[in-house]
């Protein structure tokens, strides 16, 4: 701890603050990260003088804590305190079932006895249903269980570490007085804030994001909904000019099939051989509106009468 000692007076070493402020700011950056992400940081303090501002701090920002005994192998041996938190879920479900009313009262008294203490050890860590991203440690030298545990699984620890501590082992490091409630109250404080702000980051991110998702599905549905109602307004339109401009003038009803119709009608107009066919032929066409189609046909019957009176 030399490098974070100030001097030495009357056999008491004074912390240099400068280096605490840096290291504060340092550790309180990555802490907010954290939160930020969603993940969960495990507070650990067991010593009397911190275990209540630890548990009343923390509370407030719903992260998992330890207060009381720290429980060997909490982090290597993970699977088995999971276990001894499903059990105390299902002593809770037993009460809501009517189970205890099958049951003795001594078998209920035992049941709620083992339901307290599991309670009072594991009980801030019942949401937390997997290894946390990191660990907040009171005292290192008191805790180096939980410490060694978190090197071992690759955790990074932040601690408040005095002058009587080895900072070797610790991630991020605050030099301070742990003995003194004053410093574990300002320095918890300080570390709650930053993680509160982490979280409230994360869920203003939440609801830009949702907000954000949301316009996007409701311009979607307005450009589809526009793309249906386009072609519906101008289907019949454009067909219909095509059908007027290659009609013919005096054949455009004929040609054209009544709505509803089966049975397209097909009409062929013959091909003319010679100009003066067609001169000959154009005439009854345009006149055949003013009902003298029958005379044109007169002269087409009288043509083999007199063939014969030729012959």
Same mark, same amino acid.
Request: glycine share 4%; charged share 35%.
């Given at each position: ?275 003066? *066919?067609?001169?000959?032929? %154009? +005439? !009854? /066409?345009?006149? =055949? #509106?003013? &009902? *003298?189609?029958?005379?044109? %046909? +007169? !002269? /087409?019957?009288? =043509? #083999?009468? &007199? ?5």
């Amino acid at each position: 701890m030399s490098p974070y000692i100030f001097m030495e007076k009357n056999g008491i070493h004074i912390i240099d603050l400068n280096k605490t402020e840096i290291k504060l700011n340092e550790a309180a950056a990555a802490m907010k990260q954290i939160a930020k992400s969603g993940r969960k940081i495990l507070f650990v303090a067991t010593k009397k003088q911190a275990k209540d501002i630890v548990a009343e701090k923390v509370a407030e920002i719903n992260m998992p804590y330890v207060t009381e005994r720290w429980p060997g192998g909490m982090l290597t041996n993970f699977p088995t305190i999971r276990k001894a938190v499903k059990k105390m879920s299902a002593i809770d479900k037993m009460g809501t079932d009517g189970t205890f009313e099958i049951l003795s009262k001594r078998e209920r008294l035992q049941i709620a006895r083992q339901r307290a203490k599991l309670e009072k050890n594991l009980g801030s860590i019942a949401d937390l249903t997997r290894l946390p991203a990191a660990m907040f440690i009171v005292d290192v030298h008191k805790e180096y269980i939980a410490v060694r545990e978190a090197n071992r699984l690759n955790i990074p620890v932040f601690a408040m570490v005095d002058t009587n501590s080895d900072p070797r082992d610790i991630d991020f490091p605050i030099p301070s007085n742990d003995d003194a409630s004053k410093s574990i109250t300002l320095i918890m404080t300080f570390v709650t804030e930053a993680v509160a702000e982490g979280l409230s980051e994360r869920k203003m991110e939440k609801e830009k994001d949702a907000a954000e998702s949301k316009a996007k599905k409701a311009k979607s549905e307005a450009k589809a909904e526009s793309k249906e109602e386009k072609p519906n307004r101008g289907k019949a339109e454009p067909s219909e000019a095509k059908d007027r401009a290659n009609a013919t003038p005096g054949k455009a009803r004929e040609a054209r099939p009544t709505v509803g119709s089966k049975k397209a009608v097909k009409v062929e107009v013959p091909q003319p051989k010679d100009l003066s *066919e067609t001169k000959n032929e %154009e +005439a !009854p /066409k345009a006149e =055949a #509106p003013k &009902a *003298e189609a029958p005379k044109a %046909e +007169a !002269p /087409k019957k009288d =043509a #083999p009468e &007199a063939k014969k009176s030729a012959e």
